[in-house]
């Protein structure tokens, strides 16, 4: 059984930059991509960032150019990158595994941006 654990929410101003990181734990295996989505209060939860396994990243075009994500298959984990945060990005974050067994998604990380 694969776990998630995210870290790295907090509070920060607008303009500021926070990380976000995602360790796999479990039977790691046949993993196609791994993915953050966020939910904001009253929407529904949104893909904000995806990366294939052997394959280029790719964003909502709300965050592109201002998030990154990356994951170091070695350690199993996966990070977001986010700079120049506004307080619209404000939600809580998921991180996602899609696999060939299933699908997993981590407790989720608030973010909180002020203005």
């Known amino acids: 059984q694969v776990q998630l654990v995210e870290s790295g929410g907090g509070l920060v101003q607008a303009g500021g930059s926070l990380r976000l990181s995602c360790a796999a734990s479990g039977s790691i295996f046949s993993i196609n991509a791994m993915r953050w989505y966020r939910q904001a209060p009253g929407k529904q939860r949104e893909l904000v960032a995806n990366?294939?396994?052997?394959?280029?990243?790719d964003y909502a075009g709300s965050v592109k150019g201002r998030f990154t994500i990356s994951r170091d298959n070695a350690k199993n984990t996966v990070y977001l990158q986010m700079n120049s945060l506004q307080p619209e990005d404000t939600a809580v974050y998921y991180c996602?595994?899609?696999?060939?067994?299933?699908?997993?998604w981590g407790q989720g990380t608030q973010v909180t941006v002020s203005s």
């Open positions: 990366i294939p396994s052997g394959g280029s990243p």
């Open positions: 996602n595994v899609v696999a060939n067994w299933g699908t997993v």
